[in-house]
């Protein structure tokens, strides 16, 4: 039972919880397994913590299983930034690698009282800086559909957990396209949700709009069930707002045709390379077949760049700026450079960032008034080898160049809008291709429903994914 169960959908399992014929000890039997059967070649959820999840367990076994909450007792990770009280809590690092909280984060108690059992961290790079998840605490995690490859980052134990089999959902979070990179290079789904859509906290930075929680799941009937348990307000959080009236699961379980989409391969801030953009053109030819207009269109995201890298930058500086003398030696190259460069930003930079943002707000809010859809690659490159640190790493790109690849996410991470990421098809060689599926200023509801059409469309299955050893 436990490989047939790891193979079904969480709704499925929910379901099956909710109405009493499965416990929560199942599930989380089933997920053991399955860990300590792969997770060994994988390397997504180093930490583990199921002696809690079974103290959790048994206490929903107290509650009747249909008030159990949404997600009546399924095990769900949890990316290792997020804070788990009585957990190792690394961020990845060497600075916090002994560190257990005595206090969960917001998104975590979020997530517990609406039924969800932790029972693993999922991997995640150095303080989630960089699209590799790879770190000196616990090493790199590589992706399940090529061991030789990365998984993306920063939530890419996350996405190789749900890709593999280890979790049915799992929680991240997204910077630069830390949800959408992995989701692109494992083949599954996430959600990047707009500013207090889901809360969490606290943090050294409470008001902040570029980084967000957000699910990851096989396909976008799960990924809504995720959604839902994580919606919510609370007094600890500095962003927030209140669940919508109607549940992500109902509206992903009523597809909407969109009319009229815009499509960019690049959104005019990169370079994509031609076997994404050609993965991503048949996805958008099928859209064309079943009656959508997809005009070649992109808001002026122009401005981008110093609208992302200033506060960036200054979110390290504040996290990590006063231990930098002490730490300077153990933090990676790649996150010395941000710090610095956010200790030495001065007032002009800052208010031209400030200003570039509130200019690229409105002009995607305005843009999105004539679409549907804005759609375009959720990554630039396919899944690139895990040795590389980021890409152009082998071919002596400095470390201030670190996150340049990641430029199609971090662009539509200013926008604020909403996106969901969904596989679009595989190329040549057989690797995951994400879309990016970024919909109206707050509007999530109306993008399940839009992405639940377009998955449909496309004709993308999901499954488990059998580890295949490299020749």
Partial sequence: MTDDLIRQSACEVVDALAAGD??????????QGRVESVDHLI???????FDRARDHADRLMAVPPDERGVLAGLPVPIKDLTAVAGVRTTHGSRLREDFVPEQSDVIVETLEAHGAVVYAKSNTPEFGAGGNTFNDVVGATRNPHD?????GGSSGGAAAAVAIGMAWLAHGSDLAGSLRTPA?????????PSPGRIANGPSVVPFQVHSQQGPMARDVGDLALLADAMVGESPRAGLGKPPPQESFRRAAASPLPPARVAYSVDLGVTETALEVVEVCDRAMHALESDGTAVVADHPDLSDAEVAFDVPRAL??????????????DVLKPELVWNIERGLALDGDAVRDSIAAQGRIFQLAADFMSDYDLLICPAASVPPFPVEERYVGYRDGLPPSEYYRWLSIAAA??????????????RTETGLP??????????????LFSLASHIEQVLGIRPAVVDVTLPD
């Fill in 184 to 192: 692109s290079f494992c083949g599954i789904t996430s959600l990047r």
């Fill in 433 to 446: 291709v994400g879309i990016q599926l970024i919909g109206r200023p707050h509007a999530e509801l109306e």
């Fill in 43 to 49: 390397n997504a959820l180093p930490t583990r913590c």
């Fill in 315 to 328: 979110m390290f500086a504040t996290l990590l700026g006063a231990e930098l003398p002490q730490a300077r």
């Fill in 147 to 151: 061991l030789r490859l990365t998984a």
């Fill in 412 to 425: 539509v991470s200013v926008t604020t809008l909403p996106v969901i990421t969904i596989p679009c098809g």
């Fill in 22 to 31: 499965l416990r929560p000890h199942d599930a989380l039997d089933a997920v």
